[in-house]
């Protein structure tokens, strides 16, 4: 099959690579796309050099065109960063002023993510449907995945969301009960970046009891949360959680600290400096703290499993409530574990959420549909209203000031700033 992956020159499309070079037998093609012609050869050469070190019959082209690049896909990979990182360094510190959490993702600096980043996906979308095969699918790896994955489905796309937290959790489990990795199956749930693991199932019997039992300190760690917080829940929260759970914690440590985007783009300098090395045909052991772990593990086995090749495979993806959480909409799109074939994903059968678990969700919810609104629609009054609906924001004059903040940060993505 060909796959176009769209923002191949990111510095972390290496981790994607090696993942289809070992694993990904079913790829005839990789192609790479991106508008930063010198970034893209230099990651494209290199991508190249880690098939061929492999031994994968598949070639590697790259390309700054996005319509040759996708024509005839089989599956688009698309994990943009619409404004690169300085616009990621903003999203993580303009909240700060109003004593609010500066993240990506989540909170105002995740709404900034998504107002510059939707329209753009949309419009990607829109010519990969245009030129791809016609049953290709979509795979949203661009944050915030949520939201992202929404809009392509409200717009009609064959797509799928795709997060790294839900692997990174059954690996690590995995290796704490001695077991093979796909032994694991994790009631996983929530709406992307807003997840618990509720169980851990081995042949059929729950085992999470157990690793909090033993694990708890390094769990708690992990997830950067107190031990307390995971024997209340009884279960193991996302790491994405400590923001709604620490949240005034967080603010704290940022002022005046380094951010992740800061550090990243550090990161990224030295990484695009060994991947000119020419005699470098593996991933350097440095691309692992640039983030997201197990994402290539993640992205073969879906795309292996909608074309059929992993039959009964359970992936964690994001997709379409359609009454799997009986509290939201329909059309609204979670996070949990799925059975996954050509037809697409299917929902394992989820228990019902705890009051506290599930008012949060809803919450959340609600704030992703009204973000979406402003990000398709745009409006002062559309971003403020998403700002007023989200937990970590929702007090009018944070929200009134916020606004202006986006408003004033974005003002070069008239898409939405209007």
């Known amino acids: 099959m060909k796959i176009a992956v769209v923002g191949g020159g990111s510095t972390y499309t290496p981790e994607l690579v090696d993942g289809f070079a070992r694993l990904g037998t ?24 880690i098939f061929q070190h492999y031994g994968h019959p598949g070639k590697v082209t790259w390309t700054t065109d996005l319509d040759a690049g996708v024509t005839d896909a089989d599956v688009a990979v698309i994990q943009l960063r619409v404004g690169g990182q300085a616009a990621r360094i903003s999203d993580e510190t303009f909240p700060l002023d109003c004593g609010c959490v500066g993240q990506e993702t989540t909170g105002a600096g995740g709404l900034g993510k998504a107002l510059r980043t939707v329209p753009v996906v949309l419009d990607v979308a829109a010519r990969i449907r245009a030129r791809a095969k016609p049953d290709a699918w979509i795979v949203d790896f661009t944050n915030p995945v949520g939201i992202v994955t929404r809009a392509l489905l409200d717009d009609g796309h064959k797509a799928v969301g795709l997060c790294n937290v839900a692997i990174g ?27 618990w693991e509720r169980a851990a199932y081995v042949d059929g019997v729950d085992r999470l009891p157990e690793l909090l039992a033993a694990h708890l300190g390094e769990l708690a760690e992990e997830v950067d949360l107190p031990p307390e917080v995971l024997t209340t829940l009884g279960n193991v929260p996302s790491y994405y959680l400590s923001y709604f759970y620490a949240h005034d914690r ?63 495979g359970v992936h964690s993806v994001n997709i379409r409530n359609n009454g799997t959480l009986p509290f939201l909409p329909d059309q609204a799109v979670i996070e949990v574990s799925a059975r996954v074939g050509r037809p697409g994903p299917v929902p394992l059968p989820v228990t019902p959420l705890a009051p506290d678990l599930a008012g949060l969700v809803a919450h959340v919810s609600g704030y992703e549909e009204l973000a979406l609104d402003a990000a398709v629609r745009g409006g002062r009054n559309r971003v403020y209203r998403a700002l007023l609906a989200h937990p970590l924001i929702g007090q009018h004059e944070d929200a009134e000031a916020l606004t202006g903040k986006l408003l004033a940060a974005g003002a070069q993505h008239l898409a939405w700033a209007r």
């Not at 690996?171 to 709406?191: I, K, N, Q, S, T």
């Not at 593990?297 to 795309?303: D, K, T």
């Open 250 to 312: 967080h603010v704290r440590q940022s002022r005046g600290a380094q951010t992740r985007g800061q550090r990243v783009a550090e990161i990224e300098a030295t990484l695009m400096e060994m991947y000119r090395d020419p005699a470098l045909v593996e991933k350097p052991a440095l691309l692992g703290e640039r983030g997201g772990a197990y994402y290539s593990e993640a992205a073969v086995g879906l795309i292996a499993a909608l074309h059929g090749h992993d039959p009964d």
């Open 169 to 195: 959790f059954q690996r690590r489990f995995a290796r704490m009960l001695d077991v093979e990795p796909a032994a694991v199956v994790l009631d996983h749930v929530g709406l992307n970046h807003l997840t």
């Open 26 to 49: 079913m790829v005839s093609e990789l192609v790479l796309i991106d508008p930063a012609q010198e970034r893209l050869d230099i990651v494209g050469a290199f991508s190249a050099r």
